[in-house]
Nanobody, 116 residues
């Protein structure tokens, strides 16, 4: 069953900010790398940012310097702070962890729309 719940999307103008949240169980949060993905119509889902359970982070080139991924241990939640948003950042954002990805289990995602 679905083990990640995404929230925080919305509609903003270019240059604006949003913070997405990925809530999961304590065990998944503690034991796994969590990855944020973005999907737009007609394109494959692409990795946006990832954070290891030890805290190391990685970003897609297109978002580096604008997006920040972090862990909130008190809430078993991974946050994606998105600043200086661009229209090309629009899409449906999903989070997942390795076993969920391999099993093809995804949450409902959260929609981000950036207007120019």
């Amino acid at each position: 069953q679905v083990q990640t719940v995404e929230s925080g999307g919305g509609s903003v103008q270019a240059g604006g900010s949003l913070t997405l949240a990925c809530k999961t169980s304590r065990q998944i949060f503690t034991d796994n790398t969590i990855v944020w993905y973005r999907q737009t119509p007609g394109k494959q889902r692409e990795m946006v940012a990832s954070i290891l359970n030890g805290g190391s982070t990685n970003y897609a080139t297109s978002v580096r310097g604008r997006f920040t991924i972090s862990r909130d241990s008190a809430k078993n939640t991974v946050l994606l702070q998105m600043n200086n948003l661009k229209p090309e950042d629009s899409g449906t954002y999903y989070c997942n962890f390795p076993q969920g990805f391999l099993r093809g289990i995804w949450g409902q995602g959260t929609q981000v729309t950036v207007s120019s």
